[in-house]
């Protein structure tokens, strides 16, 4: 291996997130021009990008409204581009959903809704379902995000709660032609998940929303508590007329990144395996599964003899315990992992999330290595102390390890490496 270690995990994180571009992965998915109007409509994380690699291959792309994290985003000639909140949303995650609903209300069945989704619309999009506030939903989401809760159970809350996701957007367009593009961002790739599902078929019932927020212990204030328990939290199912005219197609998914970075690796002579692209659970107690998995390596071989990489995706989870904590879940994943190869000087590890930003924090995730693991022995920077307090980042922070890249304007969730010399 001619490349230094760290080196290889930071270059494999890039052919990841160089995968999944829009630009890359779009062309190939637009629909016909159609015979009335064409709308592009959008919300996530990728979404102005990916509405900018529209205009470039699709004529159609004359007008829309697409919504975006506060930040620099890609400039769009047609489509217009409207910032909000995220992961809790704010007025103008309301406002640009209230608008998005006025702009698709008046189409014919001659007409085309482009939708454009990725992860992080769920708080973009957001509009209170009947009865309840804006102040209401950010109080379920920063409970939601707090409580442990997978990404397929936080949405499923948020689409019963909602009067634009779980397929109410493309509800209110009926009768026009929906034709929805997805990057993925959750396990599985279910596009009723990817940022809560606003213009396809929902398959989650408003009795299962309830059952998490009981497993999780969520205080709901009264009026939201009452919706859950009323029709009208229903959603739009796959029978319904208005789904009828509804297709979706997944541009890009968190498997064909793992597939680029691993070809990258055996390039360099790497003994690599996948070990899955939907990998869930406790950050920290997957990294210590992972941790086992990569001194298995070490110690016997198996599952790949060294030098070896094990890489996966998915979206692992935090529970915060400790108020005032800074990190994400690949932060915490990392120290945790951390935490059980400390003292073996030839493993190492990335884990980053694809969309440039890992949690609330500016880095995109941790590099791990031999040289970061000296820097917090020096310190005398305890693992359960970070640990305990969800204070990942400012671990790495001091030891060292961050990796900062601003957003990529993709998201295919979460990027794991371990490489073992």
Same mark, same amino acid.
């Given at each position: 291996?001619?490349?230094?270690?760290?080196?290889?995990?930071?270059?494999?994180?890039? +052919?990841?997130?160089?995968?999944?571009?829009?630009?890359?992965?779009?062309?190939?998915?637009?629909?016909?021009?159609?015979?009335?109007?064409?709308? @592009?409509?959008?919300?996530?994380?990728?979404?102005?990008?990916?509405?900018?690699?529209?205009?470039?291959?699709?004529?159609?792309?004359?007008?829309?409204?697409?919504?975006?994290?506060?930040?620099?985003?890609?400039?769009?000639?047609?489509?217009?581009?409207?910032?909000?909140?995220?992961?809790?949303?704010?007025?103008?995650?309301?406002?640009?959903?209230?608008?998005?609903?006025?702009?698709?209300?008046?189409?014919?069945?001659?007409?085309?809704?482009?939708?454009?989704?990725?992860?992080?619309?769920?708080?973009?999009?957001?509009?209170?379902?009947?009865?309840?506030?804006?102040?209401?939903?950010?109080?379920?989401?920063?409970?939601?995000?707090?409580?442990?809760?997978?990404?397929?159970?936080?949405?499923?809350?948020?689409?019963?709660?909602?009067?634009?996701?779980?397929?109410?957007?493309?509800?209110?367009?009926?009768?026009?032609?929906?034709?929805?593009?997805?990057?993925?961002?959750?396990?599985?790739?279910?596009?009723? @998940?990817?940022?809560?599902?606003?213009?396809?078929?929902?398959?989650?019932?408003?009795?299962?929303?309830?059952?998490?927020?009981?497993?999780?212990?969520?205080?709901?204030?009264?009026?939201?508590?009452?919706?859950?328990?009323?029709?009208?939290?229903? +959603?739009?199912?796959?029978?319904?007329?208005?789904?009828?005219?509804?297709?979706?197609?997944?541009?890009?998914?968190?498997?064909?990144?793992?597939?680029?970075?691993?070809?990258?690796?055996?390039?360099?002579?790497?003994?690599?395996?996948?070990?899955?692209?939907?990998?869930?659970?406790?950050?920290?107690?997957?990294?210590?599964?992972?941790?086992?998995?990569?001194?298995?390596?070490?110690?016997?071989?198996?599952?790949?003899?060294?030098?070896?990489?094990?890489?996966?995706?998915?979206?692992?989870?935090?529970?915060?315990?400790?108020?005032?904590?800074?990190?994400?879940?690949?932060?915490?994943?990392?120290?945790?992992?951390?935490?059980?190869?400390?003292?073996?000087?030839?493993?190492?590890?990335?884990?980053?999330?694809?969309?440039?930003?890992?949690?609330?924090?500016?880095?995109?995730?941790?590099?791990?290595?031999?040289?970061?693991?000296?820097?917090?022995?020096?310190?005398?920077?305890?693992?359960?102390?970070?640990?305990?307090?969800?204070?990942?980042?400012?671990?790495?922070?001091?030891?060292?390890?961050?990796?900062? +890249?601003?957003?990529?304007? +993709?998201?295919?969730?979460?990027?794991?490496?371990?490489?073992?010399?």
């Amino acid at each position: 291996m001619q490349i230094s270690p760290t080196q290889l995990l930071a270059d494999l994180f890039d +052919t990841a997130v160089h995968a999944a571009l829009p630009v890359h992965n779009i062309e190939a998915f637009l629909p016909e021009q159609p015979i009335g109007r064409a709308v @592009v409509v959008g919300a996530g994380k990728a979404s102005a990008a990916m509405a900018q690699a529209v205009e470039t291959y699709w004529d159609c792309a004359k007008s829309g409204l697409v919504v975006v994290p506060h930040g620099p985003h890609p400039v769009c000639a047609h489509i217009e581009i409207v910032q909000a909140s995220h992961p809790v949303p704010d007025a103008a995650s309301e406002t640009a959903a209230q608008r998005m609903l006025e702009l698709l209300s008046d189409l014919g069945e001659d007409d085309l809704v482009l939708s454009l989704i990725s992860g992080g619309g769920s708080a973009l999009l957001s509009l209170p379902g009947k009865g309840i506030s804006l102040a209401d939903k950010q109080h379920v989401n920063s409970a939601l995000l707090k409580s442990g809760a997978a990404i397929d159970e936080m949405n499923c809350v948020r689409k019963h709660l909602s009067g634009i996701k779980g397929g109410r957007l493309a509800a209110a367009a009926y009768p026009a032609q929906i034709v929805t593009l997805a990057i993925s961002d959750v396990p599985g790739d279910d596009m009723s @998940v990817i940022a809560s599902g606003p213009t396809v078929p929902n398959n989650s019932t408003r009795e299962q929303a309830l059952d998490i927020v009981a497993r999780y212990n969520i205080s709901l204030p009264d009026n939201v508590f009452n919706l859950l328990n009323s029709s009208d939290a229903d +959603t739009p199912s796959a029978t319904d007329k208005s789904m009828s005219r509804v297709s979706a197609h997944l541009v890009c998914k968190p498997q064909q990144s793992l597939e680029s970075a691993a070809t990258l690796a055996r390039k360099h002579g790497i003994n690599t395996i996948i070990l899955g692209d939907a990998i869930e659970g406790e950050a920290r107690e997957v990294g210590k599964v992972m941790a086992g998995i990569a001194k298995q390596v070490h110690q016997y071989g198996q599952p790949a003899e060294k030098p070896a990489l094990l890489i996966s995706g998915g979206e692992t989870t935090v529970t915060v315990r400790k108020k005032g904590g800074r990190g994400g879940r690949n932060a915490e994943f990392l120290l945790g992992f951390a935490e059980s190869v400390a003292g073996y000087d030839n493993i190492y590890a990335l884990a980053a999330d694809t969309d440039g930003i890992d949690g609330t924090e500016d880095n995109a995730g941790v590099i791990w290595s031999p040289e970061v693991a000296r820097s917090a022995s020096n310190q005398a920077l305890k693992f359960s102390t970070y640990l305990d307090n969800n204070d990942a980042w400012s671990f790495f922070n001091a030891a060292g390890g961050l990796i900062t +890249t601003g957003a990529t304007h +993709t998201n295919v969730n979460d990027f794991r490496a371990i490489l073992i010399t």
